[in-house]
């Protein structure tokens, strides 16, 4: 068996019950739109043709009049405006999409991002006064600011009009700006949920007094790297503006595409995946500027300059990283005893914990706070990521006191404390969460739409699927379900870091390829059915189309055996898992090819195994001297793997078993002779039959053990009167005859053999065996 690493939740959604139909729209769509809510046709043309027209007026938005009056004010009266950006994907596209436009308006206009290291996050005091001293008079923030109470007072008296453009979540008290243009706080604007650079596109809009379609490419990347959710005026954003994107004219854009590898249509993987991440790692490595001049760059050469210092910059920090994750992976401890994942150390990049955080989190489905240590201010600063059970945000907000900054919300924080509050945070997030959550609490979910068989996969569904698109927050893309035999199982990558197999029906074959899991390897035992669940796709390369399942997780159901049978070198290191329970068998002190790590338990084959416990892995190093033994031993631990590492040294399967015929005319030669001299005679009987030492030797045993013979000082004699009796009768006779099927039925049987005797094994509670009859 394998468990998979995820609980996976099938859908409930009913679609008979539903009476509506649309062209076009076959069963399966049908039910993955009401699987997104989508109950009505009406309903599912919106989402499948997304349309322009149904985008709401920015005007409902509260302030946005008034602050479109001051800038066009601020225009003619050639005020100098400042755009007060952000440094992640969305505070740079959004910055770019209202310089934009104050350019085309003719605004004497400049713009700032703060730097993630020595400013934090948002609007700040010192920037303002500097805004004013030199000179402007209006101050725009795009993606941030709706926190700001003290910068908005400083602005004021300053004599600075400052207008908030934000999506972030408002707090009980709003600053005193000028302007505040945010959908959750703009009652009449039906929309809620638009990212950073869509409420800036919305106060472009305004400003221009036309719909600025050539600013889309811009807005798509904002709202899909910033995971807001793609529904409603998100989806149709996304939509159009992955189009404009394709076809983008922008000279940064065009070079950002060329360093990503970017041909044709862009997707929203294309965005999410090579796109934001590129313009977010400028953020997390130095100042946002270089991100803010790759997208206003007018100048190709320019532009394809910047895009490959923008590159450079983020294989930096996948580097860093990476390397912090190693790191930190060897800080965890015990999950037994971490409920909450801290780890912390001097000299880590404040700008990627984030993304180390999620790593953890991902790994070891706990929540995971990393914080680099700064000893000059005697604090640790850093970024926490959590599991959907558990509310980071309300949670921290029990310890309040524990921290001097902190702010996110359910799933993501940042945060500040001071170096000596390090262990308590974690000993109170543990108090907490252990409070809160149940072991399977910790387990994340994945949402399987359905289950799937392989001839219902091709193309045409891959297709089909993409109807859906563009997928992102709260339009997953689809999970299918499937459960067949693997084969062609091989690692691949760097690293041998990702899984590979096919599935095949017929004449129809599938591709899997499950990134990351290549460490499950070890654990698929051959020709044993596979549960996966991953999305559907269509993989291309060098013009040929293959469909493929991206297994995103998996599990196997049936008890597994794994057949190591005559590997002098078996390494038990890649099945060991701490969180599960193991057993090792054998008859003799294991040699030094075989070393069991001291976690394992080990007992020899006649140790009482009456208090033993079902285990879940059980492994057998030696042949037991019978089938019986084993029987009750399996029977007993019910493992739920079986790893047969047998080695044989010396075989008595392979050697011929002496057959009734061969035991008398041993029989008959001795009575000839009336007694044999074995040591004199032993050369010529080799000769004549053709007979090992071995072999005549283990036959005069047998005769003897029968009391056929009597032996003395190695002569060999009949003895008178011998009572009849089989030659299963003779201990070493039954001995060998024993041990012969053993290594039959364990050693040289077939792998399919060996799997289905240890499930008649378990099965039946009984081993079936042959009766087997001899005698003279």
């Known amino acids: 068996m394998l468990q998979s690493k995820t609980n996976w939740k ?39 043709s997304p349309d322009l027209e149904n985008l709401y007026n920015p005007q409902g938005f509260s302030d946005i009049s008034k ?28 910055t770019t999409v209202l310089l934009k436009t104050l350019q085309e308006l003719g605004a004497d206009c400049d713009y700032y991002i703060p730097n993630r290291f020595t400013e934090g996050y948002g609007p700040n005091e010192e920037a303002f006064k500097t805004a004013s001293d030199n000179g402007f008079s209006l101050i725009i923030t795009v993606d941030t600011g709706i926190a700001s109470i003290h910068e908005a007072t400083v602005a004021k008296q300053l004599g600075i009009d400052l207008v908030i453009t934000d999506h972030h979540e408002p707090q009980e008290q709003l600053p005193e700006a000028f302007a505040i243009i945010h959908p959750k706080c703009s009652p009449d604007y039906t929309f809620k949920e638009l990212a950073g650079v869509g409420v800036a596109f919305k106060f472009a809009e ?45 000279p940064g854009l065009i070079a950002l595409k060329k360093v990503c590898n970017i041909n044709g249509d862009v997707s929203e993987e294309d965005v999410g995946f090579l796109i934001g991440p590129r313009l977010n790692a400028v953020g997390r490595l130095q100042d946002a500027n270089l991100a803010v001049q790759l997208l206003m760059s007018d100048d190709q050469e320019e532009a394809e300059h910047i895009a490959e210092m923008v590159q450079s910059i983020n294989q ?90 902190f702010g996110g919300h359910s799933q993501a924080a940042g945060m500040t404390l001071p170096l000596e509050n390090l262990q308590l945070l974690q000993t109170e997030l543990n108090k907490i969460i252990n409070q809160q959550l149940t072991k399977e609490d910790f387990s994340q979910e994945i949402e399987v739409s359905k289950t ?9 569904l891959v297709n089909e699927i993409s109807q859906l698109a563009p997928f992102g927050m709260a339009n997953p893309k689809p999970i299918f379900h499937l459960n067949d035999i693997p084969s062609d199982i091989r690692q691949i990558g760097n690293m041998k870091k990702h899984l590979k197999m096919q599935f095949k029906h017929e004449n129809q074959l599938l591709d899997g390829i499950g990134f990351s899991l290549g460490g499950l390897y070890d654990h698929i035992s051959p020709q044993t059915p596979l549960s996966v669940v991953g999305e559907l796709g ?4 060098n013009g040929n189309k293959k469909v493929q399942i991206v297994i995103r997780d998996m599990k196997i159901e049936e008890r597994q055996v794994f057949d190591h049978r005559g590997k002098k070198r078996f390494d038990i290191t890649p099945y060991v898992n701490n969180n599960t329970s193991h057993l090792a068998v054998h008859n003799t002190l294991l040699n030094e090819s075989r070393i069991v790590p001291d976690e394992i338990t080990c007992i020899r084959y006649d ?15 030696e042949m037991p001297t019978n089938l019986n033994t084993l029987q009750d031993l399996v029977c007993k631990t019910n493992p739920s793997n079986i790893h047969v590492c047998f080695q044989l040294e010396d075989s008595v399967f392979m050697k011929a078993f002496p057959s009734r015929e061969d035991f008398k005319w041993l029989y008959a030669f001795v009575a000839k002779r009336k007694q044999v001299n074995l040591q004199k005679e032993l050369p ?3 000769d004549a039959k053709a007979w090992t030492k071995d072999r005549i030797l283990f036959m005069s045993n047998v005769f003897f053990e029968l009391e056929f013979v009597k032996i003395e000082n190695g002569i060999i004699q009949l003895n008178a009167d011998p009572m009849k009796k089989d030659l299963s009768d003779s201990p070493s006779y039954q001995e060998r005859l024993d041990q012969a099927e053993v290594e039959k039925i364990l050693y040289y049987s077939t792998y399919e053999d060996l799997r289905m005797w240890f499930s008649d094994c378990i099965k039946d509670g009984e081993m079936p065996k042959e009766e087997v009859t001899h005698g003279l």
């Open 10 to 48: 099938f859908s409930s959604a009913q679609t008979e019950s539903l009476d509506w139909d649309l062209n076009g729209i076959s069963p399966l769509i049908k039910e993955l739109l009401i699987q997104r809510g989508i109950t009505s046709a009406e309903s599912a043309k919106e989402f499948l």
């Open 67 to 94: 602050a479109t009056e001051r800038v066009h004010k601020a225009i003619a009266n050639k005020e100098k405006i400042l755009v007060f950006g952000d440094y992640d994907a969305d505070g740079v596209s959004s």
């Open 206 to 250: 305004s400003l221009l007094g036309y719909f600025p379609k050539h600013l889309l490419d811009l807005v798509a990347i904002g709202t899909i790297a910033d995971l807001v959710p793609l529904k409603s005026e998100n989806r149709i954003l996304a939509f159009y503006g992955l189009k404009t994107l394709s076809a983008t004219n922008r």
């Open 316 to 405: 930096e920090r996948q580097k860093i990283v990476s390397d912090i994750v190693k790191e930190a992976d060897q800080m965890v401890g015990s999950l037994e005893e971490q409920g909450v994942i801290v780890v912390a150390k001097e000299g880590w990049n404040q700008g990627v914990l984030g993304i180390v955080a999620s790593n953890l989190v991902r790994k070891y489905d706990r929540p995971a706070i990393v914080l680099t240590i700064l000893p000059e201010k005697e604090q640790v600063k850093g970024s926490a990521r959590s599991i959907p059970a558990f509310d980071l945000f309300s949670n921290c907000m029990k310890i309040r006191d524990t921290f001097t900054h």
């Open 452 to 460: 799937i068989a392989i001839p219902e996969i091709n193309e045409e």
């Open 538 to 541: 269509i993989n291309e390369w």
């Open 607 to 621: 140790a009482d195994i009456s208090l033993l416990d079902e285990v879940n892995t059980l492994y057998l190093f």
């Open 684 to 686: 010529m009987i080799m």
